[in-house]
């Protein structure tokens, strides 16, 4: 029997309704926090926008009490990278990401197991910046590239960042902690890499092997995907790759309507399939993804990246610049979303603007 053909428009629409960003959901912040299984977060503002263009009712203070009340944390977890995630799911998650972490820490050997140890008393005793770390250390070690000890120690060890930072209007210094003295004992709802594909595929798929691997930085998910094999339905993409996903996730008609959406810097949308062109073609790419590894804001139009956006406060003006890649066809839907926005993000500002500039 000949597996579907799933174009790419098909492909779109089916991210896009798994995203959250055909129609806002009505589900709380942390519920779609673990939908989308995190949020990168390198910056701490884009994952308060990315929760706004996909959530029919979100206040940015809502997710800031979230990270303030410890129901919300960062932390290195999905290709090495700073991700936003629910107590549980930082505590589920990574282990899991471990792996991955563990590739970027080479050449200490014994030294490494004493560094981790005396750092968790560290960062357990008061939360400590990456300067403060690297000093500790250095004192402790001086023989060791104090930097180095110090990266190879963040990889190898569970540490989050504690507000204020990450919280939305607020600014400071990362400082970290032991996720364990942060959150204390924490229930888990996932366990095994099975959970975490299922979960992917949920938020992401369809997908291959490769695109999941490229997601999450693991290897060796094939395997998984051949145990899952049963409790999955099987595409094909216009190449030919074999595409898997969950049986009753959406997947809506090619046609179907996509609203401009406001999709904030490293959003995962752009950034969790090995063939990213369901989304944004090669051009776009070339001109989002930056060479010192700036993922910029996408503009969304008819569900692809159509152009790049930021937005700005200063002198009690809020002002959101786009910068579309081709004319808009509707730039007042454009402007009337941006501006949306900055009503919701700045709602203090005595005056909001929007430029389109080509």
Not at 191 to 218: I, M, N
Not at 222 to 248: C, I
Not at 269 to 278: C, G, K, M
């Amino acid at each position: 029997m000949t597996a579907d053909v799933l174009d790419r428009r098909t492909l779109n629409r089916a991210l896009l309704a798994r995203q959250h960003l055909l129609e806002r959901a009505p589900l709380t912040p942390i519920e779609a926090v673990e939908h989308l299984v995190g949020m990168q977060a390198q910056a701490p503002n884009p994952p308060y926008v990315g929760l706004w263009s996909r959530l029919a009712d979100f206040s940015f203070a809502d997710l800031g009490t979230l990270v303030e009340t410890r129901a919300a944390v960062r932390i290195l977890l999905m290709r090495g990278t700073i991700h936003l995630v629910s107590a549980r799911d930082a505590a589920a998650l990574r282990p899991l990401t471990q792996a991955v972490l563990d590739r970027y820490v080479r050449g200490f050997g014994d030294v490494l197991a004493d560094a981790v140890a005396h750092a968790r008393d560290l960062c357990a005793e008061a939360p400590r910046s990456a300067k403060e770390l690297r000093t500790l250390l250095g004192a402790r070690w001086p023989e060791h590239d104090a930097a180095e000890l110090a990266r190879a120690v963040h990889y190898s060890l569970p540490l989050v960042q504690v507000p204020p930072r990450g919280v939305w209007g607020k600014g400071g210094a990362a400082r970290h902690t032991t996720l364990d003295a942060w959150l204390g004992p924490v229930a888990s709802d996932v366990a095994g890499l099975d959970a975490l594909v299922l979960r992917y595929l949920a938020a992401f798929g369809p997908a291959t092997v490769r695109d999941a691997q490229k997601w999450s930085g693991l290897t060796g998910l094939g395997e998984v995907v051949e145990r899952l094999a049963p409790r999955l339905r099987t595409f094909r993409d216009e190449h030919g790759r074999t595409l898997y996903d969950l049986p009753d996730a959406p997947r809506p008609e090619p046609d179907t309507p996509a609203p401009v959406r406001l999709v904030p810097e490293f959003d995962n949308l752009t950034l969790s399939h090995e063939d990213r062109t369901r989304v944004i073609d090669e051009e776009s790419r070339k001109r989002i993804f930056t060479v010192n590894g700036i993922i910029r804001a996408t503009l969304l139009v008819d569900g692809f990246v159509h152009g790049m956006w930021t937005m700005e406060s200063a002198r009690g003006t809020a002002r959101v610049r786009v910068t579309p890649f081709a004319p808009l066809p509707d730039e007042a839907a454009v402007a009337a979303e941006a501006d949306r926005l900055l009503a919701a993000a700045h709602p203090a500002a005595t005056a909001r603007d929007v430029v389109i500039e080509y």
